[in-house]
Nanobody, 121 residues
Framework: QVQLVESGGGLVQAGGSLRLSCAAS????????MAWYRQAPGKQRELVAP???????NTADSVKGRFAIFTDNAKNTMYLQMNNLKPEDTAIYYC???????????????WGQGTQVTVSS
């Protein structure tokens, strides 16, 4: 079992910055691939930025150059640094952790409770 707790959301003006945190706890959490997702009102949840257990990262085209994902392995914490925020970034941001022990195995998939980010114009 893995527990994920997000923090750092809030209200910010366009052009501002926020840093989201996701504290992970549980057995074997360091083996998990992690990611940030977001879901805006009336829209499907979308992948924002993943990071695998080897530290390789990526970001969605919509946030490339503005958002960065990174981890502090000593603290088992994942971060999302969000700069130059735009109103269209307004959404609930979720932390996700996935791990599949083998090809034939079921995938372990955990979500945090989400943190609201609101960007005003």
């Amino acid at each position: 079992q893995v527990q994920l707790v997000e923090s750092g959301g809030g209200l910010v003006q366009a052009g501002g910055s926020l840093r989201l945190s996701c504290a992970a706890s549980g057995r074997g959490v360091s083996r998990y691939a992690m990611a940030w997702y977001r879901q805006a009102p009336g829209k499907q949840r979308e992948l924002v930025a993943p990071i695998n257990s080897g530290g390789n990262t990526n970001t969605a085209d919509s946030v490339k150059g503005r958002f960065a994902i990174f981890t502090d392995n000593a603290k088992n914490t994942m971060y999302l640094q969000m700069n130059n925020l735009k109103p269209e970034d307004t959404a609930i941001y979720y932390c996700n952790a996935k791990f599949k022990p083998c090809v034939e195995c079921d995938e372990y998939n955990y979500w945090g409770q989400g943190t609201q980010v609101t960007v005003s114009s």
